[in-house]
């Protein structure tokens, strides 16, 4: 009988000496068999499931809320299962083959831009892939909607799209809706406090500054940060009481930032001590046109009230960090009066005594793209074609690539496409990363020539595997027609590197495969 000991009389072993048993080993235990712990094991099992008692019925989640947007065309909804379950290949070859991961997020703007609702039995996939990659999880949760928090509360695998979603979900009063608003304000969770600031600072600059200078002296030095961050919105001169205020703050993150958001107001009185310390630094010597830097040689208390750091990084020196500093936050438009009122383009051909033309040059960067000036942005940008404009220069190209972002698109494109023309594509990565998507046809033209260029050269295209990247993402798609010459196998020379011929034509071949897919990706999402 299952449950008998060696003896022979049938026994109810308790559950916890069966597993202690099971744990040492009959053999250390002589009045039990193997057998006869399996046997007894099995009764107990089924014994203690008959014995439980029905628990009560978990209550069920609330329904879905409603996505009231369209539903994707069939073609884009297979398409969009394709993407989702793709797998990367091997990290050293790629083949002909299209890498569909590197075009999700794309396929997800351009369904975002449609205002399409997902298939709700994507949502996991979709949710699945947001969470290996942060650069998908704007466009996804867009794309997922409502219902990508309702599956977020029910599977912690997905808590990011809670963090994502400034308040999670919850619905926030209307901005005109005031007490709502400061109820809201004064007894909400720091995510619904984040999320309420933002909205009512978008709608109103005042009542939502207001709303911050009320609780501002009980906020913690994390939260007054974030606070204060959801200024640039709408920074405007009226926000400068309270940023001065803001400047003899506890928290030095607070002070830097106040003093940033000051600097940005040309006319407040920050932007104006600045540049007077600035200017009083710099002088144009009329006899040699040549301009003089005498950099400072304290930085004195009233200096760090302002957001100027005394400490320079390790291997800067002193004054020249220093200088730096007062360069970035003074307003640009007090330097043509400085320089006997010459134009933004006069002043940076000006040639600058005892090497300090990079630093004050760095700095006229730094406050340009802070102050989004395209006339100072264009003037140190410079021409494309300048020999010294890939470098070294008075301009490096990380900060060449962040003066193009002030400009138009167009222009844009038209000074890299100028760049790449004159200089290659070996330093033009930067610079492509700032250029609207797709790339216009004269920047496109310009990056496929200076491809075809580098194979003609005999090098390997992995050289060029960046751009190449780049360009599977952005060019746009009707540049495959021009591509298609370039699929096939060109003839190697004696200096050529071994093989290099067939690797670009597959390079060449997956690049316009990509683009073909994107253009049927494309199609597939226009409606009808």
């Known amino acids: ?18 597993v202690t048993t099971a744990l040492l080993g009959t053999d250390r235990r002589s009045t039990i068999t193997p057998e006869a712990l399996l046997d007894e094991a099995a009764t107990q099992t089924v014994r203690r499931r008959a014995g439980l008692r029905p628990a009560p019925a978990a209550t069920l989640p609330e329904p879905a809320p409603a996505d009231p947007r369209p539903a994707l065309p069939s073609a884009a909804r297979s398409r969009l299962t394709m993407l989702l379950t793709d797998r990367p290949g091997t990290p050293t070859r790629r083949g002909t083959a299209p890498d569909l991961l590197e075009l999700l997020p794309q396929w997800l703007a351009t369904a975002n831009d449609h205002g399409y609702a997902p298939p709700p039995e994507l949502l996991p996939a979709l949710l699945d892939a947001a969470r290996g990659r ?31 979603t400034p308040g999670a979900g919850t619905a926030l009063p209307a901005p005109e809706e005031t007490e709502e608003v400061e109820r809201l304000w004064e007894e909400g969770l720091f995510a619904e406090r984040v999320a309420l600031l933002a909205a009512v600072r978008a709608h109103n600059a005042e ?16 939260d007054r940060l974030m606070f204060l ?3 640039r919105t709408g920074l405007n001169d009226a926000d400068e009481p309270f940023l001065e205020r803001a400047l003899t703050d506890r928290s030095r993150n607070v002070r830097a930032t106040a003093a940033e958001l000051l600097s940005a107001l040309p006319h407040s009185a920050l932007a104006g001590r600045m540049a007077d310390r600035a200017l009083s630094c710099v002088a144009l010597d009329r006899t040699t046109g040549t301009v003089v830097v005498e950099a400072p040689h304290e930085c004195d208390v009233a200096m760090e009230r302002d957001g100027v750091v005394a400490k320079p990084p390790a291997g800067r020196g002193e004054r020249s960090w220093w200088l730096g500093q007062l360069t970035e936050a003074a307003p640009l438009g007090r330097w043509p009066a400085r320089f006997g009122d010459r134009t933004p383009e006069e002043i940076v051909a000006l040639p600058v005594a005892d090497d300090w033309r990079g630093e004050l040059h760095a700095g006229w960067c730094r406050a340009a793209v802070r102050q989004r000036d395209i006339g100072w942005s264009r003037a140190l940008l410079g021409s494309a074609t300048a020999p010294d404009a890939a470098g070294p220069g008075a301009v490096s190209l990380a900060e060449r690539s962040k003066l193009l972002a002030a400009l138009p698109a167009a222009d844009r494109a038209e000074w890299v496409a100028g760049f790449i023309a004159a200089h290659g594509l070996s330093e033009a990565f930067q610079l492509l990363g700032v250029c609207a998507t797709p790339w216009a046809p004269p920047l496109g033209r310009a990056v496929v020539d200076a491809l075809n260029i580098a194979r003609d050269a005999g090098s390997y295209p992995w050289s060029f595997s960046g751009v190449m990247g780049l360009a599977e993402r952005c060019l746009d798609p009707e540049e495959a027609v021009r591509l298609e010459g370039l699929t096939a196998a060109v003839e190697e020379t004696e200096d050529t590197a071994p093989g290099a011929g067939g690797y670009w034509a597959e390079a060449f071949q997956r690049l316009v495969g990509t683009l073909r897919l994107r253009r049927a990706m494309r199609q597939e999402l226009t409606p009808a």
């Open 1 to 18: 009988m299952a449950g008998s000991t060696a003896g022979g009389s049938p026994t109810s072993t308790p559950w916890d000496d069966l």
């Open 134 to 164: 942060t650069d998908l999880r704007q466009g996804a949760l867009t794309f997922a909607g409502p219902r990508a928090l309702w599956l977020a509360r029910l599977n912690p695998d997905w808590k990011f799209a809670l963090r994502a």
């Open 207 to 222: 009542t939502a500054r207001d709303l911050l200078e009320k609780t501002w002296s009980k906020e913690r030095a994390e």
């Open 229 to 231: 961050d959801s200024l």
